[in-house]
């Protein structure tokens, strides 16, 4: 990834910090609603982060991935319907009901991703119909199992919405969680802390491992990785799973980390953001890490942004407008896609089935 992305993500994030800090500097000190801002930036962003490293495991392996959307909604459903049944129903201790939840999500997220990838790898399907697949699917099981189970007479909670045992408890860095004001930023929950290490763990495992050369090589030039003996199925079926797995993880942030609950289309477009995220960071972990922190940071503009209406400016009214703020996302991701800032080389063989 070159500088002139760095750069101009680096703006983006400037100014949308600039835009807070210029309306409720006269409540709060400029120091304490960065660090709110930074805080904030980092958990949201956490979905991004691990859709775009979901969506770069699968496309660095050849196989184009819009599903991630589907996965992560359908493992957020799933965790959180876990975590209840541990909880209420075996009477599980909130804390063990919450890590099954999680590898319920995770493993839902895997599940989702070897359909895929057998629709992609094995039946040939054209990729993009079979995300779009994956999508459809979970928003109509999420939605119907979620109208069945709680909502209709007579199922097992009678009727009545049942709550996840709580959220994932924060984690902080000992001595830099203690720092004063900034300390706020290195209080942040699992998920987020495991986006995080996940970033640089890929970055290693795809640039300096056979397993990274392997997938690098199926996804630029799959004939002749298959020449020197390398399984292009395999490596195309693992990668994806491993990127659905990831996608699962995402998931579980949103109802065992964000909020207890669910709601239908909860992800709301994250899945599609994160692609636009790792298409922005060049199909590298840290700039998709580091496009995903953009969005992050549009989205922690809007909740910061609530606690100062009241300061908004005349002339600012606009701002007021919770869904205008709102759609600050979805006109980065427009913005980004049209490829203002250099050219997007995706890899060689991405979206291409293989005939051996």
Known sequence: MDWRRFGFIALIIAILFSVVVLIGKAQISPLIIITSMMATTIAVATPLTLGALSGLYCERAGVVNIGIEGMMLAAAFFGWLAAIYMNTIFLFAPMPSLIVGVIAAILTG??????HAALSVTFKVDQIIGGTVINILAVGITGFL?????????SIFGGNVPHAPGVLPRID??????IPVIGRIFDQQPITWAAILLVFVTHIVLFYTRWGLRTRAVGEHPRAADTVGINVFYMRYANVIIGG?????GGAYFTLESVPSFEP????GRGFIALAAMIFGNWTPFGAWAAALVFGAAQALQINMQFFREAIPPQLAILQ?????????YILTMLILTGIIG???????DGQPYEK
Do not use: C, H
């Not at 289309?265 to 709301?268: D, E, G, V």
């Not at 407008?321 to 996302?329: A, E």
């Not at 050219?343 to 063989?349: D, E, G, H, S, Y």
């Open 343 to 349: 050219k997007n080389i995706p890899p060689a063989a």
């Open 110 to 115: 895997g599940l989702f991703a070897l359909l």
């Open 265 to 268: 289309l909860m992800t709301n």
């Open 173 to 178: 860095i000992p001595i830099l969680a203690d």
């Open 146 to 154: 979620n109208r069945q189970l709680f909502f209709e007479k007579g």
């Open 245 to 249: 797995m990831m996608a699962g993880l």
């Open 321 to 329: 407008i919770s869904y205008v703020v709102g759609l600050t996302p």
